[in-house]
């Protein structure tokens, strides 16, 4: 699939090169045919690679759309988003700014104080090299004289380098020590959030740029202290500062340089199956997974010479009996060519994780917890030889849950969002031995993100209020209650089979295979109770219906509208809740189109008519019917290969006693030309005998 969307992604742009060719937009030929050779050459080979940038920047296109029509934030996306953390960001690329302007700076320094030191050589050496007689002439004594104060220079200026280096030196300590690292912990914390479906973090560039101006200033001050080295064997004296601090100066450098690399080593994209880019740290045994790391310090020397290796659970002690092997290319350079901004990076395109079986003889995942709640880690390690400098560095990714069958997926997806909303510990695989209680608040702003980043369109609050009471009961006030791990994903609903996520699981799952649409424009109130849904309607025309899912079967939908008796009561009808079996044979707006109910002694009608609040049906789901209403073909002589054509027209009969036993479906075919004789001739005791469907009291 993903090698066909990009064959035609490709026609797409030779289409739109012949256009613009015409209009001669010689800018706009040259970009198209940049990005043409762009797309042949780097995906051409790995085309789901290309399919899962798409995918994301569609995702993040869909969450900026979400969010624009949310009218406000929740408590994490605005902890992300305050003005402290972007004036930090300001303050730290100032100071790594004006670090590298001291180091510059410095370098002149050493410079001056090299041609100071090469001019009193020449002119000391130059007196000794006299005779002894003239060395007591009076004009050999004034250059004495003056060759004494150019050595009380000399070390006023070796004092003064020293210093300004061990300001540089202390100006780097401060930083890495506080700004940098909160950058670089709140980075991580932003991806974190984005991996459950929170807003696409940024800030990995401007990151990049302060490592790598920080490590090359911290080159540069070793060179000039290299240099100190180099003018001391040439000249020293009694009190002589330099083999009295350069000494801890180096030290100091090459301390900050491994801790540097060391926290410059990171996961940049974490580990995600291609085949579901919404839910990373997701695996499954046998299936290849993407991982992408970066070296924030970017520097020519490093380009190809950085292997990497990638191994599961490396020296970790999980709370799984099940072990695991790494398959596929595990050993890979990193290099600046492979990334679209020349990072120096490495992306991992083909690991696949293997079950090793049990030497015991029993099954791997006998534990003291579900599959789904083992936490793994894969590691990456490497080795950074530069300048003399040897440095080991490893970086592991988020806990990632492995699965052996897809339908461990939802609960598996449901661990990595726990995991990531409560904590940014990113190590710590025994969460799940004491996991804690979430903040709701923060919880249903995370299970927003769920529909926003997966089909497009975000919760409101009155949705989001509808979630709270299912998993809280009605409350005052949801702000300051918490939610355990178990009332989440592990115990049943009251009355029911299913547990709260498993439920909202089917019906995201619902969304993306059949009424995505609908739902992205809106039309879906979905999470509304019964009671709710009375109140809405009571005072509304005939004929107004909604969209609910329904609470009582997993991944169903269904539609109430209010119809009013003869002597003015209001009374309310829901059909039974389609689920995904019946959803693949009708399209649900061709549903809502056709949809037929018989009452006693009359013909068959549409009751749907507005759609809450008031919008026409047809102006709401006319551009998703598959065809016009009336578009339907009659029947030929023997037709094309001797059949009548059939379509499905969705019907329900009222009963006007309730002990009627109802049919178990409300699909029945027929062809257009039965249909209109239906409708106009046929009488309704005839109809109640051939059509029948019940109204469920979901």
């Known amino acids: 699939m993903a090698t066909i969307l990009l064959q035609n992604l490709l026609i797409q742009v030779d289409e739109q090169l012949d256009r613009v060719?015409?209009?001669?937009?010689?800018?706009?030929?040259?970009?198209?045919?940049?990005?043409?050779?762009?797309?042949?050459?780097?995906?051409?080979?790995?085309?789901?690679?290309?399919?899962?940038?798409?995918?994301?920047?569609?995702?993040?296109?869909?969450?900026?759309?979400?969010?624009?029509?949310?009218?406000?934030?929740?408590?994490l996306e605005k902890s992300l988003q305050n003005s402290v953390v972007s004036e930090r960001?300001?303050?730290?690329?100032?100071?790594?700014?004006?670090?590298?302007?001291?180091?510059?700076?410095?370098?002149?320094?050493v410079k001056y104080l090299e041609d100071l030191q090469e001019e009193f050589d020449f002119r000391y050496k130059t007196i000794q090299s006299l005779e002894q007689s003239d060395k007591n002439s009076a004009l050999i004594k004034q250059e004495m004289l003056a060759l004494q104060a150019m050595l009380n220079t000399l070390d006023y200026k070796r004092k003064e380098v020293?210093?300004?280096?061990?300001?540089?030196?202390?100006?780097?300590?401060?930083?890495?020590?506080?700004?940098?690292?909160?950058?670089?912990?709140?980075?991580?914390r932003r991806q974190q959030i984005a991996c459950i479906g929170g807003p696409l973090h940024g800030g990995l560039d401007q990151l990049q740029n302060c490592f790598t101006l920080?490590?090359?200033?911290?080159?540069?001050?070793?060179?000039?202290?290299?240099?100190?080295d180099e003018l001391l064997t040439r000249l020293t004296y009694d009190g002589d500062p330099?083999?009295?601090?350069?000494?801890?100066?180096?030290?100091?450098?090459?301390?900050?340089?491994?801790?540097?690399?060391?926290?410059?080593?990171?996961?940049?994209?974490?580990?995600?199956?291609?085949?579901?880019?919404?839910?990373?740290?997701?695996?499954?045994?046998?299936?290849?997974?993407?991982?992408?790391?970066?070296?924030?310090?970017?520097?020519?020397?490093?380009?190809?010479?950085?292997?990497?290796?990638?191994?599961?659970?490396?020296?970790?002690?999980?709370?799984?009996?099940?072990?695991?092997?790494l398959c596929g290319t595990h050993v890979k350079a990193m290099n600046m060519d492979e990334s679209a901004n020349g990072s120096l990076s490495v992306e991992f395109r083909h690991l696949q994780p293997k079950e090793m079986k049990s030497s015991a003889g029993s099954k791997g995942n006998e534990g003291p917890h579900m599959v789904t709640e083992e936490l793994h880690?894969?590691?990456?390690?490497?080795?950074?030889?530069?300048?003399?400098?040897?440095?080991?560095?490893?970086?592991?990714?988020?806990?990632?849950?492995?699965?052996?069958?897809?339908?461990?997926?939802?609960?598996?997806?449901?661990?990595?969002?726990?995991?990531?909303?409560?904590?940014?510990?990113?190590?710590?695989?025994?969460?799940?031995?004491?996991?804690?209680?979430?903040?709701?608040?923060?919880?249903?702003?995370?299970?927003?993100?769920?529909?926003?980043?997966?089909?497009?369109?975000?919760?409101?609050?009155?949705?989001?209020?509808?979630l709270a009471e299912k998993l809280m009961g009605q409350q005052v006030s949801y702000n300051?209650?918490?939610?355990?791990?178990?009332?989440?994903?592990?115990?049943?609903?009251?009355?029911?089979?299913?547990?709260?996520?498993?439920?909202?699981?089917?019906?995201?799952?619902?969304?993306?295979?059949?009424?995505?649409?609908?739902?992205?424009?809106?039309?879906?109130?979905?999470?509304?109770?019964?009671e709710k849904e009375r109140i809405l309607l009571k005072d509304k025309t005939p004929g107004t219906f909604l969209l609910r899912f329904s609470e009582s079967n997993l991944g169903g939908i269904t539609f109430t509208w209010v119809d009013q008796l003869e002597n003015g009561d209001v009374t309310f009808h829901s059909v039974e809740p389609y689920n995904k079996g019946r959803l693949s044979a009708l399209p649900f707006a061709d549903i809502l189109r056709d949809y037929k109910v018989i009452m006693a002694d009359n013909v068959p009608e549409n009751p749907l008519k507005y759609l809450y609040p008031d919008i026409p049906k047809d102006k709401a789901f006319g551009k998703h019917y598959s065809c016009q209403p009336n578009e339907v073909s009659k029947p030929s002589d023997g037709g094309g290969k001797?059949?009548?054509?059939?379509?499905?027209?969705?019907?329900?009969?009222?009963?006007?006693?309730?002990?009627?036993?109802?049919?178990?479906s409300d699909l029945l075919p027929m062809s257009p030309s039965v249909y209109a004789v239906l409708r106009e001739h046929l009488s309704p005791t005839v109809i109640e005998t051939a059509l029948s469907s019940p109204y469920s009291t979901d």
Not at 163 to 184: F, Q
Not at 265 to 274: A, G, K, S, W
């Open 21 to 75: 060719s015409q209009e001669k937009n010689l800018l706009l030929i040259h970009n198209l045919k940049r990005i043409r050779k762009l797309l042949q050459g780097k995906y051409h080979g790995n085309p789901m690679h290309i399919a899962v940038i798409i995918s994301n920047c569609l995702r993040e296109e869909r969450r900026i759309l979400a969010a624009a029509s949310m009218p406000v934030q929740g408590p």
């Open 89 to 109: 960001q300001r303050n730290v690329e100032h100071k790594v700014s004006a670090i590298k302007n001291s180091a510059q700076m410095t370098d002149q320094d």
């Open 162 to 188: 020293l210093s300004k280096i061990g300001r540089v030196i202390h100006e780097i300590d401060m930083l890495m020590s506080n700004m940098l690292t909160e950058e670089l912990l709140d980075w991580k």
């Open 214 to 228: 920080l490590a090359e200033s911290l080159f540069q001050v070793r060179r000039q202290l290299e240099k100190l």
């Open 242 to 325: 330099i083999p009295v601090q350069r000494p801890q100066l180096l030290e100091k450098v090459n301390f900050l340089l491994y801790n540097l690399f060391r926290n410059s080593f990171v996961v940049e994209r974490q580990p995600c199956m291609p085949t579901h880019p919404q839910r990373p740290m997701v695996l499954k045994t046998l299936i290849q997974f993407t991982v992408k790391l970066r070296l924030l310090i970017k520097l020519p020397e490093l380009n190809y010479q950085i292997r990497v290796k990638a191994t599961i659970d490396k020296n970790v002690s999980t709370v799984s009996n099940r072990r695991f092997v």
């Open 377 to 466: 880690s894969i590691s990456f390690e490497t080795q950074v030889c530069l300048y003399g400098l040897t440095i080991n560095l490893e970086t592991s990714s988020l806990p990632v849950v492995m699965i052996s069958n897809v339908s461990q997926l939802p609960n598996a997806w449901a661990s990595i969002i726990w995991y990531n909303l409560s904590t940014n510990d990113p190590q710590n695989l025994s969460f799940f031995n004491n996991p804690p209680a979430a903040t709701l608040s923060q919880l249903l702003e995370v299970l927003s993100w769920q529909f926003s980043s997966y089909v497009g369109r975000g919760l409101n609050s009155e949705q989001l209020n509808m």
């Open 480 to 530: 300051d209650y918490q939610l355990s791990w178990a009332k989440f994903c592990k115990e049943h609903l009251p009355g029911k089979s299913f547990t709260f996520w498993v439920w909202l699981e089917a019906i995201l799952d619902l969304i993306k295979k059949h009424i995505l649409p609908l739902w992205i424009d809106g039309y879906v109130m979905g999470f509304v109770s019964k």
């Open 642 to 664: 001797g059949y009548v054509p059939s379509v499905f027209i969705p019907v329900s009969k009222i009963l006007n006693d309730s002990t009627d036993p109802h049919s178990p």
